[in-house]
């Protein structure tokens, strides 16, 4: 029972049951106007201070809390043994507020030793053996009552972290399945273009070249104007095959099982092997969430993409490093190409617009302009979030 305002009911409830119990027997004396004193001393304290250990107290707040109830509790016992009846308010609500299990205990016991003086003070001998025993089951009772709700709620919080881990498990397993299904999709895609539209350009452009050679021992003026067009539709066709084997490349999946460092490389190569442009790759980042390191890698292929089709490069650079404080993972890719021009992301052709969306789902921007040596830098700039800090994170919520 976490809600204050039933527990502001309850002691309501228990002290004009003490005050009820002692008008059943008139002519009214001194001990019935004690017990309406302490009765109401004991409404006044919890209003005033014990309302406020709800839902949980701190250990001191919860200790001296539970103390002023047991001498009130003495005190009333002390003039009026029916007083005890304030214990079946104070043993649940040391219980529900205790901040751990040795502090509600220790809250029981200070209840029971109140009922022992009180009924001492009250009828001597005979009364410390008569609220030994009363004490005595009733703070038994309390304590394994307590103890046995405290594991079922323990269990509770144990399931409810396992449901939360279980769901969170299930969210990860879904978003690997949807991630593999695109990566599918992506393969397929990146075979489709390559095994036709690829091939077929390809095709155009061996007889575009077998049709120039043709007609290059043909006189006049209609086989030079038909050397033109021909000429156009190869230079057509070889425009058309760049874009369609950058599509591939973009779209071709890259293996980050090894890291982002030995994915970037085998990209950097096959980029390489394709185009003839020298790839260096250089990276001091390990170890990220792999979540960033798929942004980040895609980003690269993007950007390779980008030169392959516009820079007009002998030479690109890949460079992964961490600086600032909180730390951020920066990816440069530079190229000597002929530079952005007034390119920006937006316009057509550059895909910048579907990387700076990437970027940003990660919280992290994107930068895009000529180098200071000429060419061309893309920089995507991300928080670094690594693996070992999400586990970190995880063990310490779970603690």
Not at 79 to 102: C, D, H, K, M, N
Not at 145 to 162: D, M, S, V
Not at 176 to 200: C, K, N, Y
Not at 244 to 258: F, K, Q
Request: proline share 3%; aromatic share 6%; glycine share 10%.
């Amino acid at each position: 029972m976490q809600n204050v305002r039933w527990w502001d009911a309850a002691a309501v409830a228990v002290a004009v049951v003490i005050a009820a119990v002692s008008l059943l027997d008139p002519p009214f004396g001194a001990d019935d106007v004690g017990v309406w004193a302490v009765a109401g001393a004991f409404l006044l304290v919890h209003l005033a201070w014990g309302r406020r250990c709800v839902p949980v107290a701190t250990t001191r707040t919860h200790l001296a809390v539970s103390i002023t109830y047991a001498v009130l509790l003495a005190v009333g016992t002390a003039i009026e043994p029916s007083f005890a009846i304030l214990q079946a308010f104070l043993y649940p609500f040391v219980w529900s507020t205790s901040p751990s299990t040795r502090s509600a205990i220790i809250a029981n016991l200070a209840i029971a030793v109140a009922i022992v003086f009180g009924y001492a003070a009250r009828s001597g001998p005979a009364g410390l053996v008569t609220g030994s025993a009363i004490a005595a089951l009733s703070v038994g009772f309390s304590i394994a009552l307590g103890l046995w709700i405290t594991r079922i709620a323990q269990f509770g919080e144990e399931r409810a972290r396992l449901l939360e881990e279980l769901q969170a498990a299930q969210g990860q397993l879904a978003a690997m399945h949807r991630d593999a299904g695109v990566a599918d999709e992506r393969a397929r895609l990146a075979r489709e273009i390559h095994d036709t539209i690829a091939q077929s350009l390809t095709g155009m452009v061996m007889v575009a070249q077998r049709t120039e050679r043709r007609l290059a021992g043909v006189d006049g003026e209609a086989a030079a104007s038909a050397r033109g067009d021909v000429e156009l539709m190869e230079q057509m066709a070889r425009e058309a095959l760049t874009e369609a084997r950058g599509l591939v490349a973009s779209l071709a999946p890259i293996e980050s099982d090894g890291g982002l460092g030995e994915a970037l490389r085998r990209l950097a190569a096959t980029f390489e092997r394709e185009t003839g442009v020298r790839v260096s790759v250089t990276t001091d980042a390990a170890g990220l969430d792999r979540e960033l390191e798929v942004v980040l890698l895609r980003c690269a292929q993007e950007a390779l993409a980008n030169v392959r089709k516009h820079a007009r490069a002998n030479v690109a650079e890949i460079v992964v490093t961490t600086a600032g404080v909180p730390p951020e993972i920066v990816l440069a890719v530079r190229d000597d190409g002929v530079g952005p021009g007034d390119a920006v992301p937006g316009d057509g052709g550059f895909g910048l617009v579907g990387m700076r969306d990437r970027v940003s789902l990660v919280g992290g921007r994107l930068e895009f302009g000529a180098g200071r040596d000429g060419g061309t830098v893309l920089r995507v700039v991300v928080p670094s979030r690594r693996a070992e800090e999400r586990r970190d994170a995880t063990a310490g919520a779970d603690a």
